[in-house]
């Protein structure tokens, strides 16, 4: 779960999928995938969310004092580990609320990421209420360097996509209507070019 502070609200569940390049699902079959997360995470509610994390995080061996570390205690503590307090009350609330919104992150990582997918991940992100990234790491080696170099692809601040009440859908028709604002000669000029 990562807080999330662009204005679509706190505690947005995010999913991570790494594939490399010379998986042949890379191509096609790995959107097919996470849209079928993204189904099956629509129907969680917050507990599953809290549950599955306190799970993961058992399983890490991570502590707290003399205990197995939990979601809340992993939330409350800054990028250097140190503690920021408490975590507001409304956790569950923010998470159940992004959820019904299908506010959902999901990231694909490979070293190398095809045209298509970019694409694709692009369109989709412009007609729907969750986003899907690509983070590319591609690796180079200078003698004994390793270097790894991130890209990501898919972020879209508008959406341009999406459909809002206000926006007008244009047919031919209402597209001429529209442009009847326009003098004679304009009107003319965008009617030939059509």
């Known amino acids: 779960v990562s807080q999330s ?19 042949s699902q890379i191509r096609r079959e790995v959107i097919g995938q996470v849209l079928e997360y993204v189904a099956q995470l629509s ?48 956790l569950y609330e923010s998470i159940e609320s992004n959820l019904r919104k299908g506010i959902i992150k999901l990231v694909i990582a490979s070293d190398s990421i095809p045209e298509t997918l970019k694409d ?31 890209t990501v692809f898919g972020f879209n601040n508008n959406r341009l996509g999406r459909i809002d009440s206000d926006r007008i859908q244009w047919g031919e028709e209402s597209f001429f209507e529209s442009l009847s604002k326009l003098d004679m000669e304009e009107f003319k000029t965008v009617q030939k070019l059509y």
């Open 5 to 23: 502070r662009y204005g679509r609200g706190d505690c947005v569940l995010t999913v991570i999928e790494t594939k490399l390049a010379r998986n």
């Open 43 to 90: 129907k969680w509610q917050a507990h599953d969310v809290v549950k599955q994390a306190n799970q993961y995080l058992a399983s890490t061996g991570i502590k707290v004092g003399d205990r197995t570390a939990n979601i809340m205690d992993m939330l409350r503590l800054d990028q250097e580990g140190e503690s920021v307090g408490e975590f507001p009350n409304d």
């Open 120 to 150: 694709t991940v692009a369109f989709i992100n412009s007609f729907s209420n969750f986003d899907i990234y690509v983070l590319q790491i591609q690796s180079y080696q200078k003698d004994n360097l390793q270097i790894y170099a991130p």
